[in-house]
């Protein structure tokens, strides 16, 4: 049974520190999203990628926030310095998205839980 | 540009009696439409999509939405609501000519009473 994985599943961390969650998708599927949940935003897209390649990050902080592919099998969201507005759940999920197939639905991790104190 | 509107932030139904959650959407051109549910400390789980075709879908776990374009939106709704049933749900939109992400609601809380 394919899914996407997450780790870690929750994460404290102090005021300052770095937070690094990882990601791997489904074994190809070629398209990576990074949804934050909170509750008071609800669900916000915050970059996605297709074929490795970063197609929109205007959802996330530029100055704090970074997502990278380094390949096919994992995607990176890393908060350097976190602060306390940070903590929220964070989802990955991924997905085949090919011209004239557009209509294939997205696959959600377990998500990381971030509390930043 | 796309958009999703989930009018109410809780519904609450007895057991057994029918249940409906509505979603209206916003799309420049025809509609990919789909309702995910997220039950508590887990990821949103894919319930079923509208692409083209019979606009009555059926998905998992008994539910199913009806497409109507003329009011353009895509209720889910169950006949007979289980307690199980009690969870977070959201709808989401895509324009089929474009190449972007799924566009989500808020979402609905759903609690079904015993």
């Known amino acids: 049974d394919a899914r996407v994985t997450q780790t870690p599943r929750d994460k404290v961390t102090e005021m300052g520190q770095e937070v690094t969650m990882r990601c791997q998708p489904i074994l190809g599927h070629n398209t990576v999203f990074w949804y934050r949940q909170t509750m008071m935003q609800g669900l916000e897209l915050l970059a996605y990628f297709r074929n490795r390649a970063p197609l929109d990050d205007s959802g996330m902080p530029k100055d704090r926030f970074s997502a990278e592919m380094p390949d096919a099998t994992l995607a990176t969201l890393k908060i350097q310095p976190s602060e306390p507005r940070d903590s929220a759940v964070y989802f990955c999920?991924?997905?085949?998205?090919?011209?004239?197939?557009?209509?294939?639905?997205?696959?959600f991790g377990p998500g990381t839980r971030l509390t930043v104190l | 540009a796309q958009s999703v509107a989930q009018p109410e932030d809780q519904v609450n139904v007895a057991e057994g009696n029918p249940l409906t959650v509505k979603c209206t959407y916003s799309v420049s051109g025809n509609p990919y439409l789909f309702w995910y549910v997220q039950y508590p400390n887990r990821g949103l789980q894919f319930l079923l999509k509208?692409?083209?075709?019979?606009?009555l879908v059926k998905g998992s776990y008994g539910f199913e939405a009806e497409f109507n374009k003329s009011q353009t939106s895509f209720h889910l709704k169950k006949p007979s609501a289980l307690v199980s049933d009690s969870a977070l749900y959201f709808c989401a939109v895509r324009d089929i000519s474009g190449n972007t992400p799924l566009v989500f609601g808020k979402g609905t809380r759903l609690s079904v009473i015993a």
């Open positions: 999920a991924s997905g085949l998205q090919l011209t004239g197939a557009r209509g294939n639905e997205q696959f």
């Open positions: 509208y692409i083209t075709g019979d606009n």
